[in-house]
């Protein structure tokens, strides 16, 4: 059994999202085309992002849960049109856990001369003896599942597939060496390329050669080290960049619990549960802060105590009053916040609330809190910000 397999969904989550960082920081971006897949160990499909995201901006909760067919099961936002790729590589090959699909201009560039791939250093050795193989029957989208089928069987069970024309496709039993067969796919067409741009190349390995070397050197301890490598490099391009690192991590964490992002928190209804309320989000049982949103309210907060001071001071009681009036039912909204996790269970809030029975203001919040939340922010949701609120 593959090692991804023993996973569980939020594992499985973040290492797609790290396939994407790595590919990024490797240089197989196409701005916002390309895309990876990682197999859903709970057998109900593949995880790969939305669309129109670039690899280096690809989080947690921008992937979706795709079927073998296409449909999208979980997550929001566009599914990608070449999702055939995956969804017909993954039914053909049980062995595979990790599906790249790049538009490498290296791969364009050498499948052009229709050439052989020749191991003209260590990477070439994993795609020739035999030549790497190429989907010929055309250069355009794999959109279709007969073309996806295509493309599928003419991988085979080799690792990697040249796409003449539109980039390749990689394979790996782990994200691990899935990143790595596209990242050295892309270099060995690289040193081809440069070595006939040079001239006419006369050395390579032969056969035995190739395969004494894929043991010597692309053994998975070291396809291992390579991805490792990329994993650094790619969190220390993240990290170069100014992002709200907690934000981000507690995203990562959650992503596969999270239906909508709201403006104040996030949405858990279930996929297949239609929401009665949209506009009242705050109120309902599937809202979900996760108690990341203080500083809002407490801004909000202060914001209320200026008025009533501004509004004492030229002696507005009336209006003082009222806003005293909200300001009490926003302080009650933070102090259920800020309550200590429903003491009826010892789950964890953040690994337990997909069931509305542990987190902090959700299923166990009072009638009167539910009000002051309803009462305070009033309606949330997709009038307020354009994002849907039921999913
Ligand atoms: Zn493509």
């Known amino acids: 059994m593959a090692l991804i397999e023993e996973r569980d969904v939020d594992e499985a989550v973040r290492l797609a999202v790290e396939a994407y960082q790595a590919l990024g920081v490797a240089g197989h971006g196409d701005l916002v085309w390309g895309h990876v897949s990682v197999r859903d160990p709970r057998g109900r499909g593949f995880w790969m992002k939305a669309s129109g995201l670039g690899f280096e901006e690809v989080v947690a909760s921008r992937m979706l849960l ?74 355009g989208l794999v959109k279709t599942k007969d073309l996806g089928v295509g493309l599928a069987t003419t991988l085979g069970d080799a690792r990697a597939c040249l796409m003449p024309r539109h980039g390749l496709v990689a394979v790996g039993e782990t994200v691990a060496t899935g990143v790595m067969a596209a990242v050295l796919l892309d270099k060995a067409c690289r040193v081809q390329l440069a070595a006939m741009a040079a001239g006419e190349p006369i050395s390579w390995s032969d056969e035995a050669e190739a395969a004494s070397k894929r043991d010597e050197i692309w053994n998975p301890p070291l396809l291992e080290s390579g991805w490792q490598y990329l994993r650094r490099k790619a969190r220390a391009a993240a990290a170069a960049v100014e992002t709200p690192p907690s934000e981000l991590e507690w995203i990562e964490e959650n992503s596969s619990r999270i239906r909508t992002s709201l403006p104040n928190g996030y949405c858990l209804r279930p996929a297949d549960d239609t929401c009665p309320e949209p506009e009242d989000c705050l109120a309902c049982s599937h809202f979900f802060t996760g108690g ?7 801004q909000q907060a202060q914001t209320i105590d200026l008025l009533i001071a501004r509004a004492e001071a030229e002696g507005l009681a009336a209006v003082a009053n009222s806003h005293r009036r909200r300001g009490d039912r926003l302080k009650a909204l933070i102090r259920s916040l800020e309550e200590p996790i429903c003491t009826a269970t010892t789950h964890s809030p953040d690994r337990n609330f997909g069931d509305g029975s542990a987190r902090p203001g959700g299923a166990h919040r009072s009638a009167g809190e539910t009000a002051a939340r309803r009462a305070v922010d009033g309606p949330q949701g997709a009038t307020s910000n354009g994002v849907s609120s039921s999913r």
Not at 292 to 298: A, E, M
């Open 292 to 298: 990341r949103f203080l500083p809002v309210h407490r």
């Open 66 to 139: 795709v079927g073998l067919d296409g449909e999208v099961l979980e997550g929001t936002g566009p599914r990608h049109i070449e999702w055939p790729i995956h969804g017909e590589i993954f039914r053909l090959r049980p062995d595979v856990e990790c599906v790249v699909h790049t538009h490498s201009a290296a791969a364009n560039a050498f499948a052009s001369l229709g050439v052989p791939l020749r191991a003209l250093s260590h990477e070439g050795v994993l795609f020739a003896h035999p030549d790497v193989p190429r989907f010929l029957r055309t250069g």
